[in-house]
């Protein structure tokens, strides 16, 4: 007779949560399960409005920040001849006071723009050593007794895949879901020791 009481409370109980929790009622549960969307519902370069109001904030992320203004440079360059930008350069100092840090750095980079359009963003910028050395401060060029390397930053974006709209498990035709992935994107360069001499 004194288990009775604690017997109901745990009959009440887990009725409560059956209510709250539809795992516990013998339903899958769907949090997990991402939406399947048509071209119609989520044009292409669209995110789901869920994803975004979730606190992602790509726009503050460097890969993304980047972008615009490279493409503005890129566009004002279309019509110039080629530059040597994709070369070690030789560092004058009295030529890059002024420049941004990837000019005046002693391992120099460029940023490029990778387009994807399966993944949300659909372009990061992306950071290119320009030297396989670094540039030896006293005499502006290139050594090869330290190694230029990228620093890689991970950042969380969202992976549009094939999906299914009826309980059939095949993709159908110009549907999509999106899943959230880590990718290791280069943001820049620095000079380290090489692994042999």
């Not at 100092?93 to 659909?122: C, F, G, K, M, N």
């Not at 992935?181 to 943001?187: C, G, L």
Request: glycine share 6%; net charge positive.
């Amino acid at each position: 007779m004194t288990l009775l009481p604690g017997l109901l409370f745990l009959i009440w109980l887990h009725a409560c949560l059956a209510h709250h929790d539809p795992f516990l009622r013998g339903h899958p549960h769907t949090h997990g399960t991402p939406r399947c969307y048509s071209a119609e519902e989520l044009p292409l370069g669209q995110a789901p409005p869920h994803r975004l109001a979730r606190g992602a904030k790509w726009g503050q992320a460097l890969p993304v920040a980047l972008v615009s203004s490279l493409e503005a440079a890129s566009h004002r360059r279309r019509h110039a001849r080629p530059s040597a930008a994709t070369q070690c350069p030789v560092l004058r100092p009295e030529e890059v006071l002024e420049a941004d840090t990837h000019q005046r750095s002693i391992s120099p980079w460029r940023y490029r723009v990778d387009t994807d359009e399966d993944r949300y963003p659909q372009k990061l910028a992306f950071a290119e050593c320009l030297c396989r050395g670094c540039i030896d401060p006293r005499t502006g060029r290139e050594t090869a007794a330290l190694n230029s390397v990228r620093l890689l930053q991970s950042l969380l974006v969202l992976r549009r895949r094939p999906c299914s709209r009826d309980d059939s498990g095949l993709p159908t035709p110009g549907a999509f879901a999106f899943h959230t992935e880590f990718i290791r994107v280069p943001v820049g360069c620095t000079c380290v020791l090489p692994r042999s001499v």
